[in-house]
């Protein structure tokens, strides 16, 4: 006796339609995390003075349309310099001397597009 099997086709259409999507979600939280972790790596390699530039590193979402996924990593902000009344990035400065920001990336890079492929696979498998 022949069992006949029935996929539903429609579903496997839709089920596949949203895949990239699902792709996408994974990635992006694998990402955040390892902004999360980059912040955190930038704070301990910053100099410290005040504080207030540590205090400043930062994760940002930001973009439009197709790019309101990308993640950022930021530090200061454009602040006016008292002698010559001039917008200043403080923490550029800072970085190009003293890097903080570089060394916290490469902590992450290393394992970030493994990550990043285990976490999609992840998502696909609990499809």
């Known amino acids: 006796m022949t069992e006949i099997i029935q996929y539903d086709y429609s579903k496997l259409k839709t089920d596949i339609a949203i895949l990239p999507e699902k792709m996408l979600e994974a990635a992006d ?10 912040v955190g790596y930038a ?6 003075d005040t504080g207030s530039l540590r205090d400043s590193i930062r ?4 973009g439009i349309g197709e790019n309101w996924r990308r993640w950022r990593v930021r530090a200061g902000g454009y602040i006016i310099n008292p002698k010559t009344k001039q917008f200043v990035n403080y923490a550029g400065i800072v970085e190009s001397r003293y890097p903080f920001m570089a060394p916290a ?7 970030l597009t493994a990550l990043i492929k285990r976490r999609v696979v992840e998502a ?3 499809e």
């Open 29 to 38: 939280e694998e990402i955040s995390q390892a902004c999360d972790n980059m």
């Open 43 to 48: 704070k301990i390699f910053v100099r410290v």
């Open 124 to 126: 696909i498998k609990n």
């Open 59 to 62: 994760k940002e979402r930001g």
């Open 105 to 111: 990336f490469d902590m992450i890079r290393a394992d």
